[in-house]
């Protein structure tokens, strides 16, 4: 197949003067899935007659010109690892094969509230972190679509939904969202109510997008913050529903992570041409090479990937050590070896990890004066050439680990497969790094 994203947000007009509709817009989605889903293996579960049910009440709100939000009608794919109380959450577990929550989870309840049409469970890693899904890249059969948020990058990347749900602990919406063509957005840390989310590790687990546009993540994420609130103690996303226009960059702070040496040459050089489109409109790109600063922040990278890993082993003790211990056989083998790290986690050295933490997030507080933003790949590469290699967390567990908002944009391809830009910004100035995402993604016509 050749994919093609279809963006909601730019429906709107249509639907409020009566050019279009929330159900003729499904139906272009469900037609999308007979044709595609056998081969993609998008979703675990779809609800074909409650979406129908849910679209039809939408497309009534509009014929009224009362739609309940910017998102009122929009086709949705949830991670199958987030509660939904009219669909199962079975997580790629046989532990919880046949599970059904009894309550959706905080965020779906707010989608469902702001008119969002639920369509689907979409796959997942054994929970987001194990034996991957049988989810098939919509670009290259033979490539991976990446995890963990694997069904619902492939199902926006197919043009099956212009918006699904995600969670990142690691890499696991800026990875997938790269390798599957759309845009992923991880907001801040906490911004988004995480109930009814199972956990992988707490203190890292983000809610966020993965969408056809930047504008179709800014609205789900907004609906999602404001209609859930963040989780307790942090603050959700500030600004209007209404997406941002685009706000232009002026000094952006060039990362290379810690895999750049091996970065394929294609993807190289395609992010290289990349960066000289950013200065020929002006943007001053600054690097380690030439900065200090920069060059310290790269080394502090370099230790925070260990860091992350062992805070996330050291958090996955419940519930997964209750699962290994009471249901062996059903917890894959691939789970079992991410877990065995947190046996040699001191509670000190957890304390230290979050220490150091602590230190990351001040160092590049302090450039906030300096750059308006940093700029990176969102992966070491092309998607690795296998179904059940996820791909490499390098260029993405920075950020996670210092709970500050990320965006990945489809804006590139090498060797015919699809590349993201990650663009990475401060915390709780999402709106802020959405609006510098769109004037990014205008360069190519990206919106």
């Not at 691939?334 to 790290?341: D, G, I, S, T, V």
Request: with cysteine; aromatic share 8%.
């Amino acid at each position: 197949m050749t994919p093609s994203v279809i963006s909601f947000a730019g429906c709107r007009r249509d639907f409020l003067i009566g050019e279009d509709t929330p159900r003729r817009f499904l139906e272009r989605c469900l037609a999308a899935i007979e044709g595609h889903e056998r081969s993609i293996r998008a979703f675990a579960a779809i609800d074909i007659a409650g979406a129908r049910r849910a679209a039809d009440h939408a497309t009534r709100r509009y014929r009224a010109r009362r739609p309940q939000s910017w998102l009122d009608g929009c086709p949705i794919g949830i991670k199958d690892i987030i509660d939904t109380a009219d669909l199962p959450t079975e997580m790629n577990s046989p532990i919880y094969r046949g599970h059904r929550p009894v309550v959706d989870a905080a965020c779906v309840r707010a989608l469902r509230e702001s008119g969002a049409v639920i369509l689907g469970k979409t796959t997942t890693m054994e929970f987001a972190g194990g034996r991957p899904p049988p989810t098939r890249n919509p670009y290259s059969p033979v490539h991976s679509p990446g995890g963990s948020s694997t069904g619902s990058a492939a199902a926006v990347g197919a043009g099956f939904v212009p918006v699904a749900i995600g969670t990142q602990t690691g890499g696991s919406i800026i990875r997938p969202a790269s390798y599957c063509g759309a845009v992923g957005w991880k907001p801040t840390y906490g911004a988004i109510n995480p109930g009814g989310v199972h956990p992988l590790a707490p203190s890292l687990d983000h809610v966020g997008v993965l969408a056809a546009t930047v504008a179709d993540a800014w609205i789900a994420g907004w609906a999602m913050a404001n209609g859930a609130g963040p989780q307790p103690g942090w603050r959700t996303i500030q600004g209007i529903e209404r997406p941002p226009a685009p706000a232009k960059l002026r000094r952006v702070a060039r990362l290379f992570f810690g895999e750049w040496d091996k970065t394929d040459a294609p993807s190289r050089e395609r992010f290289e041409q990349f960066l000289d489109r950013l200065r020929e409109k002006g943007v001053a790109v600054v690097d380690r090479r030439t900065d200090r600063d920069l060059a310290q922040l790269e080394r502090d990278f370099a230790d925070a990937a260990d860091d992350t890993l062992h805070v996330i082993t050291y958090e996955m003790r419940w519930p997964f050590w209750s699962y290994r211990d009471e249901h062996p056989a059903k917890v894959s083998r691939r789970f079992k070896h991410l877990m065995a790290p947190g046996a040699g986690v001191t509670h000190r050295a957890y304390e230290r990890y979050l220490e150091r933490k602590a230190s990351y997030r001040r160092r590049v507080l302090a450039l906030r004066r300096r750059f308006d933003a940093f700029v990176g790949l969102s992966t070491s590469g092309i998607p690795p050439r296998s179904r059940t290699d996820m791909g490499s967390r390098a260029n993405q567990t920075a950020w996670t680990w210092l709970g500050f908002p990320a965006l990945s944009l489809p804006i590139l391809f090498a060797q015919g497969l699809p590349l993201g830009v990650q663009l990475m910004g401060y915390p709780d100035e999402d709106r802020l790094l959405i609006a510098q995402a769109r004037s990014i993604a205008r360069l190519v016509e990206v919106v």
